[in-house]
């Protein structure tokens, strides 16, 4: 029997670091990351399921068919320009394994409660462009697929991260099977926003009190729409620490909003697939142990919820 990770699937893939250069998104996290619940929480190597890359039908479901080709064929067109990344083999192949870990977390959280991907959580990519640090959409792919598949109906995005999911926003205008939430900090990037279903625009330094009280409130609007599946970006970069992020949120209180998220999905029965997103937090150690702290909750929840035999 394969053995579990107390329960939550944890999804992982060495291919997720890859070389972008001197920059700010430390791509290295993931590995990291990896060690870390290894080392600490007695995670065994073998207990990460690892993803195959996202197969170019699976893309389809999110992504255009013209900018698919210029990622598959590495062509720097207005499509991929758009990216703050360079556009080489080995990355392009990093975003298709990322997308196809969501899926795979998320395929997971329906039969285990929970799913980690220790990746993913690129909000900003479109349908038919790249955008920020982001080339493939995963949460909307991971969402799209389970719907194709039949696995799932409805499904929730609860996306944390500082700046808006504008990306996932576009995906899902008009779509009533699927319940987008953005809670970020307004005066932030993306400029100009999209709308989400429910859009939370922060105030520059919000600290914790306010962030948890705010995104209470969104839940309930989650909640409402009775999604089977929520997508939660626990997006790391809500930290006050961070370089590209201006929210005032503490360690603590970013413990507190994850376990917000992932309680209420446990409480009502609602498979919760997490994505580690953002994260450029001004000491490596402060963004890989945030991340780490999402991984806890996730696994001691699964605990709970749903002991391994
Ligand atoms: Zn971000």
């Not at 053995?3 to 999804?11: D, P, Y």
């Not at 360079?86 to 196809?100: E, Q, S, W």
């Not at 969501?102 to 409660?113: D, F, H, K, S, Y």
Request: aromatic fraction near 6%.
């Amino acid at each position: 029997m394969r053995a579990m990770a107390g329960g939550a699937a944890l999804v992982y893939s060495p291919a997720y670091q890859c070389d972008i250069g001197p920059h700010v998104f430390p791509t290295e996290k993931f590995g990291l990351l990896r060690e870390r619940l290894v080392a600490e929480d007695g995670i065994a190597a073998e207990a990460f399921l690892e993803p195959q890359p996202a197969t170019r039908e699976d893309l389809l479901r999110v992504h255009t068919a013209e900018y698919l080709d210029d990622l598959e064929q590495l062509r720097w067109t207005r499509r991929t320009m758009s990216s703050e990344l360079p556009l080489r083999a080995d990355i392009v192949l990093a975003y298709r394994l990322a997308a196809a870990g969501t899926t795979l977390a998320a395929r997971e959280a329906l039969v285990r409660g929970f799913g980690v991907n220790l990746g993913g959580g690129f909000h900003h990519a479109y349908p038919d462009h790249a955008e920020g640090f982001c080339y493939l959409n995963d949460i909307a792919v991971a969402v799209r697929v389970l719907q194709h598949e039949g696995r799932v109906g409805r499904a929730a995005v609860v996306d944390c991260d500082v700046h808006q999911g504008n990306g996932t926003a576009r995906t899902f205008r008009g779509d009533d099977t699927v319940f987008t939430l953005s809670l970020h900090q307004e005066r932030n990037y993306p400029l100009p926003k999209e709308s989400s279903d429910l859009d939370v625009g922060l105030e520059d330094g919000t600290g914790d009190e306010e962030y948890l009280e705010r995104l209470s409130a969104a839940l309930e609007r989650v909640w409402e729409a009775a999604p089977e599946l929520v997508i939660y970006q626990a997006g790391a970069d809500a930290y006050r620490e961070d370089q590209l992020g201006g929210l005032g949120l503490t360690l603590e209180g970013l413990v507190a909003r994850d376990r917000l998220v992932l309680e209420g999905c446990a409480r009502r029965g609602v498979a919760a697939a997490v994505t580690l997103g953002g994260g450029y937090a001004r000491r490596l150690e402060d963004t890989v142990r945030i991340h780490h702290a999402t991984c806890r909750t996730a696994l001691a929840l699964a605990r709970r919820e749903r002991p391994s035999s």
